[in-house]
């Protein structure tokens, strides 16, 4: 069974930057299509980003050029540079990772954005 785990969400002032990371436990990692989603208090969650097995990357129009998704097979881990960050931002963020094995989802992390 994956497990994902995401770590590097925090408190942050408008327009500075954070890194979160999701590492995952298993051995199917690198076959596995990966995303970062987000949910804001009282909203649907959202895509942000996703990244396939080929590093082909995929973002939410409204975050292009602010962010950006990589992953790191050899440790498992895929990761969501996130710059110039703003207010509207402040969500719970969500590693999910899908392939043929299933769809699996992380417990999400707090980014909180302080005007």
């Known amino acids: 069974q994956e497990q994902l785990v995401e770590s590097g969400g925090g408190l942050v002032q408008a327009g500075g930057s954070l890194r979160l990371s999701c590492a995952a436990s298993?051995?199917?990692?690198?076959?596995?299509?990966m995303g970062w989603y987000r949910q804001a208090p009282g909203k649907q969650r959202e895509l942000v980003a996703t990244i396939t097995t080929g590093a082909s990357t995929n973002y939410a129009d409204s975050l292009k050029g602010r962010f950006t998704i990589s992953r790191d097979n050899a440790k498992n881990t895929v990761y969501l540079q996130m710059n110039s960050l703003k207010p509207e931002d402040t969500a719970v963020y969500y590693c999910?990772?899908?392939?043929?094995?299933?769809?699996?989802w992380g417990q999400g992390t707090q980014v909180t954005v302080s005007s």
């Open positions: 999910k990772g899908w392939g043929r094995s299933g769809v699996y």
């Open positions: 298993g051995s199917i990692f690198s076959i596995l299509t």
